[in-house]
């Protein structure tokens, strides 16, 4: 053995210029120049906001000012349960900070066995898989179901990690354009009778935050006889009888094969999963490069998935009030005439739709400076060409912080010409 | 006149809605470098082209396709 494995490496303090043609960084200087741009007119870098002090759900200190947050994805605001944190302390004082290792090597404790049997219940279906986070669930189940020679097909308006996992994997990728039942129909019709499909669909789309129509989407894939995969990330623990998503509340249980979910939205910490009712589902384990070539959750996030999950189950009163809160922003927005991403309230998001960047930039400086935060977001994450800014409600939103809201989107509205 | 003219003809008369330069077209234009469209602009036209000849290009084979004649040449081929 040699001492050079020993040695920590470092940087060199004056590392060599590399030639502007060989520098694999060079690709990214429109990238730069197009941020320092932005920032050069003075306004907050709207993709680089700390949090110094978080509150509660709703509540955080950016910047030294106390902010209202409504651009997170703490729908039923589980973050400050204190069932939910007990859980968590409880796990770490038991088993430690971290697994360190694979589910499939040693990283699989009583609490990752603990949360997909939550999920099962919650989800009353036979199978749960859990993995590091919901980007990982997506990569995972859509590069190893679909093999060579089989095809996916997606909605155009797609989340990143369906399109990164349709590129992870092998099988032919065809697109069609959103939420188009028609356009779906007419694609399936066109690929070979034989060859296994799959369908994609989101029961909520988080941009606009309008929801699929996936009654009938489902009936057509069913019709073509391809499986159906619904990401449901982002209508968990509001949407049918028992919270499990769009595709409850539009009665499609039966016949969605696959559901994808994730623990950082309504659960309140982090992680993804898939649930289904499949009886050779438990393959994926033995399959799935991202589900096996990475660490597997602390014990710490399990706890607190499992115990939020449980809750979540009964949280009638919380939905209620989430619907509440979203319907009286969305009407009151309308009313002072935004322009909004849905004709009527369709779920937890509320999308504000501009049409420059300039004045998005400028709306949102505007509102963050006199204590509000919303998401801002651009193309290419937005479908066509659109500006936005996106609000996400909390169950815990009190009806005096939406009056305070509607105000702060009043005087800002009016003061930069976007309402009249 | 050819099949292959006859898919060329039809392929440039579906670029123009989208050829907002006024680009002038032949085998070796590219969508991305020449016409300069975006992902969104491509999206719409493949989905044109498709419905158009009644095929599917896969994003898999959309990736290898950047010039018109490579278009032309694989929707022949997909009409078989």
């Known amino acids: ?10 940087l060199p303090v004056d590392p060599v210029e590399v030639a502007p043609e060989r520098d694999l960084m060079s690709k990214f200087d429109a990238l730069i120049a197009e941020r320092q741009a932005l920032i050069d007119t003075g306004v907050t870098d709207p993709f680089a906001i700390v949090m110094e002090q978080v509150k509660s759900p709703t509540e955080a200190v950016i910047a030294g000012r106390d902010t209202i947050l409504l651009g997170t994805y703490n729908y039923m605001g589980m973050t400050f349960d204190a069932d939910v944190i007990q859980a968590g302390k409880d796990a770490l004082d038991q088993y430690g900070s971290g697994t360190n290792g694979s589910r499939m090597l040693n990283g699989t404790f009583r609490d990752h066995i603990e949360v997909e049997d939550a999920l099962r219940d919650f989800y009353d279906v036979s199978g749960a898989i859990v993995f590091s986070t919901g980007y990982m669930a997506n990569l995972g189940m859509i590069s190893t179901l679909v093999g060579k020679g089989e095809y996916v097909i997606l909605d155009a308006d797609s989340h990143a990690s369906i399109y990164d996992g349709c590129k992870q994997g092998n099988a032919e990728i065809v697109r069609f354009r959103h939420n188009d039942v028609n356009d779906l129909d007419k694609r399936l019709g066109r690929l070979p009778k034989d060859a296994g499909k799959l369908v994609i669909l989101e029961g909520v789309y988080s941009m606009l935050g309008d929801i699929a129509p996936l009654k009938e989407m489902v009936a057509v894939a069913k019709k073509r006889n391809a499986m159906v995969l619904s990401d449901e990330a982002h209508s968990m623990g509001f949407y049918g009888p028992n ?62 998935a499992a115990t939020s999950i449980r809750k979540l189950k009964h949280a009638h009163k919380k939905r209620a009030q989430l619907w509440e809160n979203a319907r009286s922003l969305h009407a009151g927005l309308k009313a002072l005439g935004f322009k909004l991403g849905t004709e009527t309230s369709d779920s937890a998001i509320i999308a504000i739709i501009l049409d420059d960047q300039e004045r998005a930039v400028a709306m949102w400086q505007a509102l963050l400076d006199g204590g509000l ?18 609000c996400s409600l909390c169950a815990e939103h009190t009806p005096a912080q939406i009056a305070i809201v509607l105000k702060m989107f009043e005087a800002a509205g009016r003061s930069l010409g976007v309402i009249g | 006149m050819s099949d292959r003219q006859a898919i060329y003809d039809t392929v440039t008369a579906q670029i123009e809605p ?63």
């Open chain 1, 243 to 304: 919270g499990r998503g769009v595709y409850e509340e539009l009665g499609c249980e039966g016949d969605v094969d696959f559901i994808i979910g994730t623990f950082s939205k309504s659960v309140g910490t982090v992680g993804g999963f898939c649930v289904s009712n499949h009886p050779k589902f438990e393959a994926i384990r033995l399959a799935c490069r991202p589900y096996i070539f990475t660490a597997s959750l602390p014990p710490s996030v399990v706890a607190t």
């Open chain 1, 1 to 10: 053995m040699t001492d050079a494995g020993l040695v920590a490496e470092k």
């Open chain 2, 18 to 80: 989208f050829n907002k330069k006024g680009v002038t077209l032949n085998d070796a234009t590219t969508f991305q470098g020449d016409l300069e469209w975006d992902s969104l602009t491509v999206m719409d036209f493949v989905a044109a082209i498709e419905d158009e000849f009644d095929i599917i290009i896969t994003m898999n084979m959309q990736a290898e396709i950047e010039t018109v004649g490579q278009l032309v040449d694989a929707v022949a081929k997909l009409k078989g």
């Open chain 1, 373 to 390: 935060y919303v998401n801002m977001a651009r193309p290419p994450a937005t479908p066509a060409g659109t500006f936005l800014l996106r």
